[in-house]
């Protein structure tokens, strides 16, 4: 009888099985279902880095920053070795060459990306962001050849640094991140100078106090205070 039961409750599970595995057939497969993609979305959301739908699913300025930094980069790379090694380990191998590849690949653009998105570039620092980007497209073009060059990296590759070599500014200073950084500063002021009940005198000390933070060397130019003469006797 015991034998009988378990082979019933075997039979019950393996068409619990079957019967899962037909739904998913009749479903489709779904990139998002599987455990590396849903492990490497757990530990976007622990870097606060997420993908904007907005934005075509894709990352905004912000959270490429924070994506490009080594220790988010190390934490991506790795977490693939992990699932692979706790879900799957005959993959393994495959699993850990992909992470080097891409923990490489993250690392050169990374160099590219604050290159040229930072402020002033002398001739020096052109010629740098240009090896670095270099690097990294010849890197990609050898480690994935049967991927596209995306227009953007077409653009990193053939019109970062004319347009460096032109301005001697990054092409950050042209994004709106720089307005949106200038509305939070004066939102923190207003919050700061809230108590001022005259509202062109609270203004008057928000773009008072805002110049002098971007700018402090305007704090030089004030005069010296005036010495009170001692009254004669």
Known sequence: MENASSAEKEEEELASQIEEVEKCIAEGYKKSHGPFFISIGESLSQLHIHRQAYHGATFVGNHVHKMLQSESIMVLCSKIKGVAQTSCPEVLPDATETAIKFEKAFTLFSK???????????????????EDIQAFMAYYRATFPFSTVLPKMHIVEDHAVPWLKRWHVGSGLMGEQGAESIHAHLHKLDVQFCGIPNELQRLQYI??????Q?????????????KREKLMD
């Open 112 to 130: 590219c990306h604050k290159g040229y998105n930072g402020g002033v570039v002398s001739d020096t620092d052109i010629c740098n962001i240009e």
């Open 207 to 212: 773009v008072r106090e805002y110049n002098l």
């Open 214 to 226: 971007s700018s402090p060397q305007l704090n030089d130019l004030q005069p010296p205070p005036r």
